[in-house]
């Protein structure tokens, strides 16, 4: 272990390799229910570091957890209590390789923030859509490991949709380069498509070719109250057929998780969330003008009124009140937390059967844990639900995680696999989904993925024990 040590340090400097001091940033997850020890954090800075290190470990046997900006969720990014891994944090690469405004496309690397890559295409009148609560602090290696999705999927679609082409470091240490800003390439297997959502199990990625868009004109915000989750899935519908592709976001909320926010962060004004048992966020992005934009969203929701589907509505006046309106919705995982620990989950379901799964799930739970209160909100648009358990008023959180959380996920993902949904929608599955994958995947996917892994990772070297059991 001393020779490796040295050999990293001789690789990326003695300040890069981090043994001892307080190293919680890259060792606990962002969730805080996860802990571990490496051998080492390593922070490289460019490809050929991060070559040179991952052939240094692969000869010493020693196993490695690629890092971005440790918001993962699933506890997959942090290194196990062993202190035998090394922790290879790729913060420090973090360069624009190249923008073409022509193609449409932007090369970049690993460890760049995701907020930045939005900044730098907007500064060049484009648009880098993925967007997500955690966009401060997540880099686009990890948006690519864990196949982000976000706020704008319902248009533009999650991390895998945005890419063209990647630069990855195998298990062995080589480099390949597939940097390619081509939309059309069908030379046999989609090697991109196997690293992307492959949380660090399969290689590490370097850099990647993203897709651009033009920037719209004007981005319009609304909010409106809906009676039901039929009224919203109407609603979608309704919007999706008068808006087209300016349909960039579509979000629901239930009340209880709305009430929490109010609750929890009083100088927020939460709209409508007394009166009605969901809400629902509108983006419209519009490529003439805001006029243009806004009409299109009073026409729509009053449609939506008359024909039941909305009970109260508001368009946003301006950018900064829709960015309060989106700041709401992204409170809810924040509020929940301040209201104590739950149980999370991360389905997907076809939307047109998301009311009934919601129904008969929501029913299954009130009459196994009398007082059980559900905070219920996620990315209609694209049918995931972020369909969150939070113990009854007054209960001992840690007492009801510790009694339910087996059932509660039961109850959860059996119903998931009933409305043909997924147990993973947009976080992933690291450790903490990795034994309910063996539940619900069919044994012929699983045997492939194993194939796979085994493949190009046979000393199993890559973030061992992460989706697959070793
Ligand atoms: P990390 O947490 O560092 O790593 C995540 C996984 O990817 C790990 O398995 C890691 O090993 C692997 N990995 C990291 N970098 C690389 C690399 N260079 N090469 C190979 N593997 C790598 N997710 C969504 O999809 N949608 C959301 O709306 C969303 N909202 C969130 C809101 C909050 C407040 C938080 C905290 C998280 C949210 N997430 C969301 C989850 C998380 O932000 C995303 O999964 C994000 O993409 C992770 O990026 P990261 O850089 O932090 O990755
Ligand atoms: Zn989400």
């Keep these: 272990m001393t020779a490796l040590l040295e050999t990293l340090r001789g690789i990326v400097g003695a300040a890069n390799v981090m043994t001892e001091g307080d190293l919680r940033a890259w060792e606990e997850d962002w969730r805080k229910r996860d802990r571990g020890k490496a051998l080492a954090v390593v922070r490289p800075s460019s490809t050929a570091q991060v070559a040179a290190v991952v052939t240094a470990c692969a000869a010493a046997g020693t196993s490695i957890v690629a890092q971005g900006g440790n918001t993962g969720l699933v506890g997959g990014s942090t290194p196990d209590g062993s202190g035998t891994q090394v922790l290879l944090s790729l913060q420090r690469m973090n360069r624009v390789r190249g923008l073409d405004a022509a193609n449409l496309t932007m090369t970049v690397e690993a460890g760049c923030v995701l907020q930045s890559l939005q900044q730098v295409a907007q500064e060049q009148g484009l648009l880098f859509p993925l967007s997500l609560a955690a966009e401060g602090s997540c880099t686009i290696g990890g948006n690519l490991g864990t196949n982000a999705g976000g706020t704008q999927v319902v248009r533009y679609g999650n991390a895998r949709d945005l890419c063209l082409g990647l630069e990855v470091v195998t298990a062995q240490g080589e480099i390949w380069d597939g940097l390619t800003g081509l939309r059309k390439d069908n030379t046999g297997y989609d090697l991109r498509d196997l690293f992307i959502g492959s949380e660090g199990t399969l290689g590490i990625i370097t850099a990647a070719t993203m897709k651009l868009y033009p920037l719209p004109a004007a981005t319009v915000t609304a909010?409106?109250?809906?009676?039901?989750?039929?009224?919203?899935?109407?609603?979608?519908?309704?919007?999706?057929?008068?808006?087209?592709?300016?349909l960039t976001g579509f979000e629901v909320m239930g009340q209880f998780a709305l009430e929490l926010?109010?609750?929890?962060?009083?100088?927020?004004?939460?709209?409508?969330?007394?009166?009605?048992?969901?809400?629902?966020?509108?983006?419209?992005?519009?490529?003439?003008?805001e006029p243009h934009a806004r009409d299109q969203f009073e026409q729509l929701l009053e449609a939506a009124m008359t024909e039941g589907w909305v009970t109260d509505a508001v368009v946003a006046e301006n950018i900064a009140q829709g960015h309060q309106l989106w700041h709401v919705r992204e409170s809810i995982p924040l509020a929940q937390a301040e209201e104590g620990l739950n149980i999370k989950h991360d389905i997907s379901i076809p939307v047109s059967r998301i009311p009934d799964y919601c129904r008969e799930t929501d029913a299954l739970l009130r009459r196994a844990i009398p007082g059980v209160r559900l905070v219920n909100f996620g990315h209609l648009g694209d049918g995931n639900l972020h369909y969150n358990v939070q113990a009854p008023e007054g209960a001992d959180m840690a007492a009801f995680l510790r009694d339910h959380e087996t059932q509660v996920n039961t109850i959860v993902y059996d119903a998931v696999s009933r409305y043909d949904g997924s147990i993973s929608a947009e976080h992933g599955v690291g450790s903490l989904k990795r034994d309910k994958l063996e539940q619900h995947k069919s044994p012929v996917a699983l045997n492939l993925m194993r194939a796979i892994k085994h493949a190009i990772d046979p000393q199993n070297l890559l973030n061992p024990g992460r989706v697959l059991k070793p």
Excluded: I, M, T
């Excluded at 919203?232 to 087209?244: D, E, F, P, W």
């Excluded at 966020?281 to 003439?288: F, G, K, T």
């Design 223 to 246: 909010w409106a109250a809906v009676p039901s989750l039929d009224a919203a899935v109407a609603l979608l519908g309704l919007a999706h057929r008068r808006l087209g592709a300016g």
């Design 261 to 289: 926010v109010a609750k929890h962060y009083g100088q927020l004004r939460v709209p409508f969330h007394q009166q009605s048992p969901y809400c629902v966020l509108l983006e419209n992005s519009d490529h003439q003008s």
